[in-house]
């Protein structure tokens, strides 16, 4: 049984703010990085400023590591999304369906393709899309599902596919968030044609960057050619002098939108660290989601069963009435006061359909969506909070605290209301 944290009047009715996490050296990044980081710009700078190798050397340890056959780093997941769309040949007068519940960033991707997002209800158990939706949005101008992780869990894949299969779609994976989760012992990112993951920065971080991956080798060499001007190493033999007399042969109007080396260098050692911050992230959030269910008010998001999450954030929806009516916002407020990481995403009060820069878009009914939006509550962002990624005693903690708004709803909802003074 999880008890409110004892001899402490809530930080909201006091006016101020309480820490959890108070480790000053916690970070995303460390001495691995820097040193990595400055290893490459020492080699640079003594030739001159030209890079070396290291963003190939990332290239093949990632893909050895998730089990693809072909990684192309780029400069940001958006960019990877387009370049993967434009790869399959997707285009004007394409449609492709994108969850409602997704950051813009998804379908605007799709327009960069040059063709439209159609938004798609997503399910309660994951807050990914709805393979039974999915079915009722295809029509004769659909060409793609783009399939979004949202917040870490993997999507209900084999389905998705399997609806694909059915219309002749390609299945193309935002896996942003998604770094090191699994379905089936399989990483999330290789159940399509390909999948892009972010660096911008997320549980692995360059600060920007992304990467595409994809078995397919036709795809590759497109989306490699896409990413530099249309030029293509592998096919020019990596810019030297080729039989003809040709050199740096662009096939296509592309793109400079390359990972640089000094990106690349600080991924690599973070590689070899993911699966151990992943397992710790899952643990813990598994525990935190269990202590939010026993204290009530809370269901927990919990994923797709047989899946393994890397709980980049963990989801939730709230119920008002097991707080005496405190309302989600004000909860989130008193929530954060406690320094319990409640995140800003999901009290935007906006779904990536209303955005200016989508309200032209196609969209179906989405009543999940449009709850969560309503009714979610998001923690442990890792750029909000690390708490997910560090001792498990946090997760008592935090839990206790929660249990303290609960057990104070009345009077957290009196002060707010100025009917109560606080003290």
Request: with cysteine.
């Amino acid at each position: 049984m999880i008890t409110p944290a004892t001899g402490f009047v809530p930080a909201i009715i006091e006016g101020r703010t309480r820490p959890l996490v108070t480790d000053p050296g916690a970070s995303l990044l460390g001495d691995q990085e820097r040193r990595a980081l400055l290893a490459a710009f020492d080699a640079a700078a003594a030739r001159g400023g030209f890079e070396g190798d290291e963003v190939a050397r990332f290239e093949r340890e990632l893909a050895a590591r998730i089990g693809a056959a072909h990684a192309i780093a780029v400069s940001s997941a958006t960019t990877g999304l387009q370049l993967l769309l434009t790869s399959a040949g997707v285009g004007a007068g394409a449609e492709v369906l994108v969850p409602a519940h997704t950051f813009p960033a998804s379908a605007h991707a799709v327009i960069h393709a040059g063709a439209r997002p159609v938004f798609v209800d997503v399910d309660r158990d994951t807050l990914c899309l709805d393979p039974g939706r999915v079915h009722e949005a295809v029509t004769e101008h659909t060409r793609a599902i783009l399939v979004v992780h949202i917040g870490g869990k993997p999507a209900r894949m084999p389905e998705i596919i399997d609806v694909a299969s059915r219309h002749g779609l390609a299945v193309v994976e935002d896996a942003a968030q998604a770094h090191g989760a699994t379905l089936a012992g399989r990483h999330v990112g290789t159940f399509g044609l390909g999948g892009v993951f972010s660096f911008s920065p997320k549980l692995m971080t360059s600060f920007r960057g992304g990467a595409i991956v994809t078995d397919d080798p036709l795809i590759a060499d497109r989306c490699r050619q896409l990413r530099f001007h249309g030029f293509s190493p592998e096919r020019e033999g990596a810019g030297r002098q080729t039989p003809g007399g040709r050199r740096f042969v662009h096939h296509v109007a592309g793109y400079s939108a390359a990972m640089t080396a000094l990106q690349a260098a600080m991924l690599i050692p973070q590689l070899g660290q993911l699966e151990d911050q992943v397992r710790r992230r899952h643990d813990n959030a598994v525990r935190f989601a269990a202590g939010l269910a026993s204290i009530g008010g809370f269901r927990p998001v919990p994923g797709v069963q047989g899946s393994r999450g890397n709980y980049y954030m963990l989801e939730a929806f709230f119920d008002p009435e097991h707080f005496g009516g405190l309302p989600r916002d004000l909860a989130a407020e008193a929530l954060l006061s406690e320094g319990v990481p409640v995140s800003p995403v999901a009290l935007a009060h906006m779904l990536a359909p209303d955005n200016p820069s989508l309200e032209h878009c196609r969209a179906m009914p989405h009543p999940v969506a449009v709850a969560f939006r309503d009714e979610g509550l998001v923690f442990g962002h890792p750029l909000q909070s690390l708490f997910l990624s560090g001792d498990p005693s946090y997760v008592t903690e935090a839990l206790e605290r929660v249990a303290l708004i609960k057990a104070s709803a009345d009077r957290i909802a009196a002060v707010s209301d100025g009917t109560h003074e606080a003290g």
